[in-house]
């Protein structure tokens, strides 16, 4: 599966977008963008995953660059309570590596008042 | 409720014991994996179901063993504790193991401290 790079640590204040940054510059074609998010040491959360399209939930949006290397997650109206540390995941759903999620050490969001 | 049902939350074992992590959901999903997080670093997968009867080993798997007879229940085995197993165990489930349009749910963690 791909490499991601994601920066250490952001800073939001509370009712402004949060924009979380990936990189994924190895990505091959059968491989899935994924992000999950750890709320102080609860058990990781699934927020959302695309392949090449931009997708959108109740959670966030995920928009991925045309040539797919790198992506963003969108919490757009960040909240105390989505301070945690979000994952960055790729992951070939087609291949033996299917099983295996792949956790980084992510990018601790913190929301300030 | 549904979902991943860790037991128990928090367990200190001494050096040599042996014990049982319990995994349960309700979903009807058909995968589900282990996994350790230890300070600072991200998860890593120590064993995986991808049905009753059915496991593999996955990243980290040595001292661990598991089975899997019935589609809800994924029991973890510590058969020897050592130091090296402190750390905070995730059972994690999701429908199917290679459709891409679900994610996996995790249930809230067993912290298990080896002295």
């Known amino acids: 599966d791909a490499k991601t790079t994601q920066p250490p640590s952001m800073d939001c204040a509370e009712g402004r977008a949060a924009n979380l940054p990936c990189n994924h510059s190895?990505?091959?074609?059968?491989?899935?963008v994924y992000w999950y998010r750890q709320i102080h040491s609860q058990g990781p959360q699934y927020i959302i995953h695309g392949l090449k399209n931009n997708e959108t939930n109740e959670m966030a949006s995920l928009i991925i660059t045309e040539d797919r290397k790198s992506s963003t997650l969108i919490l757009p109206h960040a909240t105390l309570r989505d301070t945690a540390v979000y994952y960055c995941i790729v992951r070939d759903i087609n291949t033996g590596t299917a099983s295996k999620l792949t956790f980084g050490t992510g990018t601790r969001l913190q929301v300030t008042l | 409720n549904a979902g991943v049902t860790q037991t128990p939350k928090f367990q200190v074992l001494k050096t040599g014991q042996s014990m049982t992590l319990q995994c349960a959901q309700d979903?009807?999903?058909?995968?589900m994996s282990w996994y350790r997080q230890d300070p600072g670093m991200g998860l890593r997968l120590i064993h995986y179901?991808?049905?009753?009867?059915?496991?593999d080993q996955g990243e980290v798997p040595n001292g661990y063993n598991v089975s899997r007879s019935t589609t809800e229940d994924f029991p973890l085995r510590l058969l020897s504790a050592a130091p090296s197993q402190t750390s905070v165990y995730f059972c994690a489930s999701s429908y199917a193991e290679r459709v891409p349009y679900y994610g996996y749910t995790f249930g809230s963690g067993t912290r298990l401290t080896v002295v």
């Open positions: 979903m009807n999903h058909e995968y």
């Open positions: 179901s991808v049905g009753a009867g059915i496991t």
């Open positions: 190895t990505i091959s074609g059968n491989e899935y």
